[in-house]
């Protein structure tokens, strides 16, 4: 399971020469499968507005991904 969640966030650095178009391409993947995560999470917990519990968790994600980017990441 966990080989299948990481290779879309691998896949861009397989495809792509330029490492910097790479890594935005993988966070923008990793951004889209948080929301999704936190769709179904939301839906499956019964929660009124799934769609914010997807944003909750792609917020989440943006602002790890902003602290790793200041980091020198």
Same mark, same amino acid.
């Given at each position: 399971? /966990? /080989?299948? *969640? #990481? +290779?879309? /966030? =691998? *896949?861009?650095? @397989?495809?792509? =020469?330029? *490492?910097a178009t790479a890594m935005h391409v993988s966070q923008a993947v #990793? @951004?889209?499968?948080? +929301?999704? &995560?936190? @769709?179904?999470?939301?839906?499956?917990?019964?929660?009124?507005k799934p769609v914010r519990a997807g944003m909750a968790m792609a917020? +989440?994600? =943006?602002?790890?991904? =902003?602290? /790793?980017? &200041?980091?020198?990441?």
């Open positions: 399971m /966990v /080989v299948v *969640a #990481t +290779f879309p /966030v =691998a *896949a861009p650095f @397989l495809l792509i =020469a330029d *490492a #990793t @951004l889209g499968m948080l +929301f999704i &995560a936190g @769709l179904v999470l939301g839906r499956h917990s019964g929660y009124r917020v +989440f994600g =943006a602002v790890l991904i =902003a602290i /790793v980017n &200041a980091l020198g990441g």
